[in-house]
């Protein structure tokens, strides 16, 4: 089994038993339009007959993959149509970025994560040291090179993520050290301060900020809201380097959490000097992505792409985490600058109401997915499971709705870098997101996506959509694309089709970042043949009857330079 991007419907309780062992067969589906039997008269025992019922749509057979919804004309025909029985496709689309952190750290857990689906691995650099982080990377690559010889793939490809801090406020360390925890009591007194003697030395009477100018940029009456707004505090009294505040709504507080100041023009810098010292760091380790903090306009993304140009790493894919209002609204700008984009929930919401988030949402996907770069939607997703086996239902409609919107990826933060079931997570969202994508209208999402393509296009992108074209009307297993700078495999999946892209490639990183893209299952190959591609096809077609999703006979897609071509499994 080839599970860092299969996702099954399988129950939690199997997650550590079936990703090598059991055998998933893609079954074609024949659709069946007459099914539906008359219903036989009855007599009773006086011979009274009686009349048939009128037949019922629950007589209708259950057809995997969600197949009769997929096929309707409709949006409205689509929804009617799914059906709870229906089981989801026997592999997953979506990529699965996981925070690494204490909980995760060592190459046992971490083994275990690739094994449950993730596919990104995200260094948070607001918390630990350069030492600390070095050695967590140094274990997601021994992982995915165990997890690549259980698989007997050389070169598993794990993307790694650099996360900055970013122009962001945070609070400083409790005395207890980084795993402890205070309580702050609703209508008590705490001082916020800039004093560097309580950097390391927080507690309920003193809480240290690291932003020295937020006694310029805040006002008596102003709030200041801490860990994701949990905590609210209303500013009573401005001093030197201090802020008297009043405890608004209070609860357990652990070491630096980030602040927010709703409504303060904040003149922090886009890229810090840790943030620079950060990324040299990634440049020379070879990080696949930068997820870059607090975006707030093309500029600074400009700055990062400068930094990361100045140290031959140009290559590095920047995605932009859109935070706040001010980003929000130059959306475009940052997008036309950017790689991807990161829809970051967390202090979103705090910075802009609650209840106009999910319009930012489905804005910012719709755009990515119209350009056809990727996106990860972000922040508490299945939060709940920090501490507990089972998600909430609304984490599980947010969730899969974060696939139906379009997202390329989705991220879980503290429920792996924390969290008392990890890997247990990861299957949860595996699981989720494979049904969400089940129930995609993909034949009407396609008629939308070209619609929004400018005519005339280029050579590769009419390629793209004439591939996904024929992949739809032809009820196709697996497109095999082989290609050297991973573009082509960018195109078809931006016109998302139903069956899986698999990505040979011959250059590592290109492969490792072709995990941001939906549907894309890349393969390394080393030592392409630009004039003969028969060995890249064959070793494409080969990673598909691994993964189980290809057998003989079925049909797929070859696409390679300017050709595509239909054929067969052999």
Do not use: W
Request: proline share 4%; glycine share 6%.
């Amino acid at each position: 089994m080839f599970p860092y991007k299969i996702g099954r419907s399988v129950r939690i309780i199997s997650v550590y038993q079936s990703y090598f062992q059991k055998r998933l067969i893609f079954r074609k589906i024949n659709i069946m339009t007459s099914l539906i039997k008359k219903p036989t008269q009855k007599s009773s025992s006086s011979n009274k007959q009686i009349k048939p019922s009128v037949p019922n749509k629950n007589m209708l057979p259950v057809l995997d993959f969600q197949t009769r919804a997929i096929q309707a004309d409709c949006r409205l025909d689509n929804l009617c149509a799914l059906d709870i029985d229906s089981k989801p496709m026997n592999f997953r689309l979506s990529g699965i970025v996981c925070t690494i952190g204490p909980a995760t750290r060592e190459v046992p857990k971490l083994v275990e994560l690739i094994k449950c689906g993730m596919t990104i691995a995200r260094m948070n650099f607001s918390h630990g040291t350069h030492e600390y982080h070095l050695g967590t990377i140094k274990n997601v690559r021994e992982a995915a090179k165990i997890v690549g010889q259980e698989l007997n793939i050389s070169n598993l490809p794990i993307a790694i993520a650099l996360d900055t801090k970013g122009p962001e406020i945070r609070t400083g360390l409790l005395e207890g050290g980084p795993s402890a925890e205070i309580e702050l009591m609703k209508g008590k007194t705490i001082k916020v301060t800039t004093n560097d003697e309580f950097k390391e030395k927080c507690s309920v009477e003193n809480l240290y900020l690291d932003y020295k100018n937020i006694v310029k940029v805040v006002s008596k009456g102003s709030h200041v809201f801490v860990d994701d707004g949990l905590i609210s505090l209303r500013v009573l009294e401005i001093g030197s380097d201090y802020l008297k505040c009043e405890i608004e709504n209070g609860g357990m507080l652990g070491s630096k959490k980030g602040v927010n100041l709703p409504g303060a023009l904040v003149d922090l810098p886009a890229v810090s000097e840790k943030d620079k010292q950060d990324l040299i760091l990634g440049c020379q380790n070879n990080v696949d992505m930068i997820f870059a903090s607090f975006i707030r306009n093309g500029d600074g993304v400009k700055e990062i792409r400068q930094i990361l140009k100045e140290h031959n790493s140009e290559y590095i894919k920047i995605i932009s985490k859109v935070e706040n209002h001010e980003g929000v609204k130059k959306i475009d700008d940052v997008i036309r600058e950017s790689d991807g984009i990161m829809v970051a929930r967390g202090d979103m919401g705090i910075e802009i109401p609650a209840e106009k988030v999910f319009l930012a949402q489905k804005m910012m996907i719709a755009k990515c997915n119209i350009l056809g770069k990727p996106v990860i939607c972000a922040t508490q997703m299945l939060e709940s499971m920090t501490k507990k086996p089972r998600p909430t239902r609304a984490e599980v409609s947010d969730v899969a709705n974060a696939i139906l919107d379009g997202s390329d990826c989705v991220m879980l933060s503290g429920e792996t870098a924390k969290g008392d079931y990890p890997a247990v997570t990861v299957a949860t969202m595996a699981a989720v997101t494979l049904e969400a994508e089940t129930a995609i209208h993909s034949k009407q999402l396609f008629v939308e996506l070209c619609a929004k393509t400018p005519v005339p296009t280029d050579t590769a992108t009419a390629l793209a959509i004439a591939t996904v074209d024929a992949a739809l009307k032809s009820n196709i297993v697996a497109i095999i694309v082989v290609t050297s700078t991973g573009r082509l495999a960018h195109l078809i999946s931006k016109y998302r089709p139903r069956c899986p892209i698999i990505a040979v490639i011959g250059d590592a990183r290109i492969a490792r970042q072709a995990q941001l893209y939906r549907g894309i299952i890349p393969y390394i190959q080393a030592e392409q043949n630009p004039d003969d591609c028969s060995r890249d096809v064959q070793a494409g077609i080969q990673l598909g009857k691994q993964m189980n999703i290809l057998r003989q006979g079925d049909p797929i897609i070859i696409v390679s330079g300017s050709t595509m071509r239909i054929t067969q499994v052999e």
